[in-house]
């Protein structure tokens, strides 16, 4: 059988404040496979952020493994999860997070600038991502020239360019209307089909209900972990 993508056991995630200790990451047990579509669900405070944060290699467990694609990153030095984070995972924000007097396709090609790659390179591939989210005509625009739902199809073009394992999105469509909402989960629905794992992260069901498999967080435990009934 093929080994997991993403292989949690016993996640563990403790925070010292003050004279007191919280304990946020109750020893997770997670297992997601390559090409999965996984919405993680719970209200403040359960621990989806900061379960978000370690499967992004953010932040590291206070005790438990994570094993992405085979390697262990539960105890890497800070550079070594930066150099894990850049080449398997792409994030996408609800704040877009794009450089203000940065054209879309320099905010794209930024990836890519860490990754090593050539200027020619970097314009190449930032253009064919650009294409696949439907802004080849905005290429040139900086980001207070493009709407919400086109800063937000940026950032999710500048989350590809390093074909990464995973996409991490964290409340994508927070910033946006309905309808323009709509626009952006058709979009990773899109990316999905692709072949690309996708996680999101949402307290919104109608923005869940578009993934394949719900994981609910209550208290930092998971409470259910289900496949959505029309995916089954």
């Known amino acids: 059988m093929a080994q997991p993508m993403i292989d949690i056991k016993g996640l563990r995630r403790d925070f010292v404040l003050g004279n007191e200790i919280v304990y946020v990451l109750k020893g997770i047990n997670l297992q997601i496979n390559k090409g999965e579509y996984v919405a993680l669900m719970g209200p ?26 085979g390697k ?36 794209v090609a930024l990836p890519m600038v860490y990754a090593g790659k050539s200027k020619s390179e970097r314009q190449e591939r930032a253009r064919e991502v650009l294409t696949q989210v439907n802004l080849s ?39 946006l209307d309905s309808k323009t909402s709509v626009e952006i989960m058709k979009l990773f629905g899109d990316i999905h089909k692709a072949g690309n794992t996708v996680i ?26 289900v496949m959505s009934a029309t995916h089954l």
């Open 44 to 69: 403040s405070g359960s621990g989806k952020s900061t379960l978000m944060n370690l499967l992004g290699c953010l932040d590291t467990p206070t005790s438990g493994t994570y094993v992405l694609n």
């Open 200 to 225: 999101l992260v949402t307290h919104e069901e109608d923005i869940a209900a578009y993934a394949h498999r719900v994981i609910r967080l209550r208290d930092g435990i998971i409470e259910s972990d």
């Open 137 to 175: 005509d905005r290429m040139d625009h900086q980001p207070n020239q493009l709407s919400g739902g086109q800063r937000q199809r940026v950032a999710i073009a500048r989350a590809l360019v390093n074909r990464p394992s995973i996409i991490l999105a964290d409340e994508p469509t927070g910033n």
């Open 72 to 107: 262990n990153v539960s105890h890497m030095s800070d550079n070594e999860l930066a150099e894990i984070r850049n080449k398997e995972i792409g994030f996408v924000f609800q704040t877009f997070n794009l450089l203000p007097r940065t054209t879309a396709l320099d905010n």
